[in-house]
């Protein structure tokens, strides 16, 4: 039984404005605030919260993989920046340059980081002597800063969280495994936790990261049919080894260098996660990462019984581990519904003085409305099948969306019309030169977004320049 | 049973030289290292894994009080930092400037922040509108910096991990309840899980946070008597609040300002578990925060049977919820020894050929190296009550080291030769009047360290000017 009464109204609909219905539904579900810190974001506890369970899935995913994790100083000396020529050149028009400390100039610069490689190499030289001291497998969970002149709140701003992993590694294989196993790891977190099919494949040299021989990606599809890069997983082969000289001494009397890899995700997850699944009231969250999963509302709660049976049922589900609310605000019924719907809660329980007679209590799921009438006898199953429910619905629904979303050019005409016309990936086949990824760019306004691993070519010739076909690409727009 | 002999000789003896003994632990148990940005630290995964335990017990007991986490930008532009006019003139010294963002010229500097209390009023202001909205009680993790002249790892640093409560209230009452309240979760921390007593009291004005109007305190002794502030909480009456315009309406409808608090503790925690509870074989780690809090160590491990041996007993206590670890490396077992009791790891499980032929092992206590011989079948619970009994044998020698370095002066003739001639507290009378304080410090080269809430007066005259005294306070040296 669906109930599709739109509940609430003040948020724009995301066909009539994608980009205001995402910034309204950040604002209104208390997801951040702004300051007079220009393009920086407050994150509020409801979404601070979110993170928290982000950190935690992932941080205890990294951990079982022999992950450790550190702290590494806020700010890198331009010299240190300076090492490695594709990195500085890569980041360095977009760093907050710090010059004073208390009343003095310093005697040189420092940006704050906008990643730690320089700092994590420079590191790795000093602590690594022998091959007995490899491999190395760290993380931190910080913040960063890059100066973007246009932000969105989660998706680029000024200042975000993330984690950076950095590993180094006694041989190339052993990086390129790891640099593998952690592009799974977000894959799998994606997949399974987020409800959000993701496409794994490799960045073109154009776009993979300053100073990486390889960058590895999962890329999502929001719901307006533009791309979102959703983690990545660089291979750094020995180029930074050579630069920061990270060199080893082998069981065989011979200095050799290192294997490098780093990968990170940060808070644009939760920009994500927004417009992967959000609807026109409001936010609607996988409960693997849902500050709240249940929220329970009475009805009638003036009435005898009713709020002694609402905090049963919160208690009950407190105790089972499900991460359950009650509201007994004087707020009206209506208006809490439309609060939690707001939120994305994924469940929300009513119960009333009839539904205690009967025992049961009514359950309803924020993605379809859907209601269904339970025993309070199996509380506890009902709402953990309603959750799981749930969420692979959520997959399913984003997996069809980016199915239907998903194109084939076999032709440059038909690669413009499909890019003009439509919102989604196009499948092209490319013969992997820079001219053909720059010309796609300037006449159809679509970036590579990945070359996928697992994919059959949907031709054997160029989309662009006719010549032989090195690789499928999946091409898209960007936000 | 006791085994006294000294196992590791390469630390610096704290007899001969603390601070040197200070810095050789930090550096040879793996805790930090240094890099080319002057006065920061790296902290490596050794030390960071004890500031994780430590911020999962913090963080559990602030959320159990209702403390939601956010996170504000690291920035503030300077003139949202010279709002309030004390706040500004104790922080502005030592703040470092960031003036350029990419290429370009900032409009306004901005500082990364000392602390947050500005940036947490001005969003107070914007998002509490009625009594209806209070309280706020928030916290954040995060890194901040404080250009310091000399540093000391994880005691004083450019840079320091720390954890930032901000709370606003309706009433005086409200503020002054949870100043209190916060005071007592650092406390309680303190004593039972790091095994540290603290004195509980009241800043001096002098000594009190820029902009508050009561800081209340939590001190610890350091091994070698001098001062250690562990952690403070700060009541703001409505200070910020006026300087910030942060007003709500109230239930007769009018407007009227809030009272805010806020409390923080810091990585300097680890300095003074290392100098609380080290000796000169390294680190000792109370259970509650250690990364490894039992150490399997097989002996004669190339022997049948020694290694399945060791690995039952890992499992078996790993399956307990102990953190558990088995080094079966290729190190004798006296380098073994050595090294983990550097590492300051609790307890140490030995076994052998003939433990195994006996159904027992060997459990050796980290503070005192008391051996016991314990049946195999009793593993678990022996185990957990040897961590309880360190943890209290900890405590019980830190108090009684403080009894024991604790004086009480009279005149000021009194204080002038214990200062030069013991370390440690002296308790002494003061009328409250700043100019003594001074002449302290200028004399006897004290500093107030608290007026403890809980406490006998020992006179009733000023040991510095014989008026009437209003307070006692513990004076000591601080680093």
């Known amino acids: 039984m669906a109930d599709n009464k739109k509940l609430v109204e003040q948020i724009t609909s995301m066909d009539e404005d994608f980009a205001k219905w995402y910034t309204d539904i950040v604002k209104k579900a ?9 393009g920086c974001m407050i994150i509020r506890p409801y979404g601070y919260a979110i993170w928290e369970n982000i950190q935690h899935i992932l941080d205890t995913r990294f951990k ?6 550190v702290y590494m100083p806020m700010f890198i000396p331009e010299s240190l920046l300076n090492k490695e020529k594709d990195h500085v050149e890569g980041f360095a028009p977009e760093v907050a340059w710090v010059t004073h400390g208390g009343n003095e100039r310093l005697a040189e610069r420092m940006c704050v980081r906008p990643t730690s490689e320089t700092l994590f ?4 030289a000093n602590i690594v002597k022998s091959y007995r001291d490899l491999p190395k497998v760290y993380n931190q969970w910080c913040s960063v800063v890059r100066w ?6 989660f998706l680029r701003s000024r200042e975000f969280l993330w984690q950076e992993g950095h590993t180094v590694h006694r041989t190339a294989e052993e990086a390129e495994a790891r640099t593998v196993q952690m592009l799974n790891v977000y894959a799998d977190f994606f997949e399974k936790d987020l409800g959000m099919p993701v496409i794994k494949g490799q960045k073109t040299d154009k776009e993979k990261f300053a100073g990486a021989n390889a960058t590895y990606t999962v890329e999502a599809l929001r719901h307006d049919g533009k791309a979102l890069q959703g983690g990545t997983s660089h291979n750094f082969g020995d180029g930074f080894a050579r630069a920061f000289g990270i060199q080893y001494l082998d069981n065989d009397n011979t200095l050799k260098y290192c294997h490098e890899t780093s990968w990170g995700v940060s808070t644009r997850i939760i920009g994500g996660i927004i417009m992967t699944h959000g609807d026109d009231s409001g936010l609607v969250l996988p409960p693997a990462v849902a500050p709240i999963q249940v929220i329970v509302i009475p009805v009638q709660q003036h009435k005898a019984g009713v709020i002694e049976a609402a905090t049963k049922i919160h208690d009950t589900l407190a105790k089972a581990g499900i991460r359950v609310k009650m509201d007994i605000s004087d707020q009206s019924p209506g208006w809490k519904f439309s609060e939690y719907e707001m939120k994305g809660v994924p469940l929300r329980i009513e119960i009333g003085p009839r539904d205690i007679a009967d025992n049961k209590c009514v359950i309803v799921r924020r993605d379809n409305r859907e209601k269904s009438f339970v025993s309070l006898d199996n509380l506890v199953e009902e709402v953990k099948s309603g959750l799981e429910n749930l969420r692979v619905a959520l997959y399913e629904k984003a997996l069809k969306h980016r199915e239907e979303r998903t194109y084939v050019a076999n032709t440059l005409d038909e690669l413009k019309s499909i890019a003009e016309e439509k919102s989604g990936y196009i499948k092209a086949m490319w013969c992997g030169e820079l001219d053909c990824e720059m010309k796609l760019k300037e006449e159809a306004d679509v970036t590579s977004r990945c070359m996928p691993f697992d994919c059959e070519p949907v031709g054997d ?6 010549r032989a076909a090195k690789k499928l690409v999946y091409w898209g727009k960007a936000y």
Chains 1, 2 share one sequence.
Do not use: A, Q
């Not at 079982?64 to 994790?69: A, C, F, I, R, S």
């Not at 973007?148 to 709140?153: G, L, N």
């Open 64 to 69: 079982e993989t022999g992950v450790e994790n």
């Open 461 to 466: 010739t160029c989309v662009c320049c006719g």
């Open 30 to 38: 208390d997801l951040i605030d702004y300051s007079s810190v220009k």
């Open 148 to 153: 973007e002149k246009t932000t969105r709140p």
């Open 121 to 124: 190499c420079e590191h790795f």
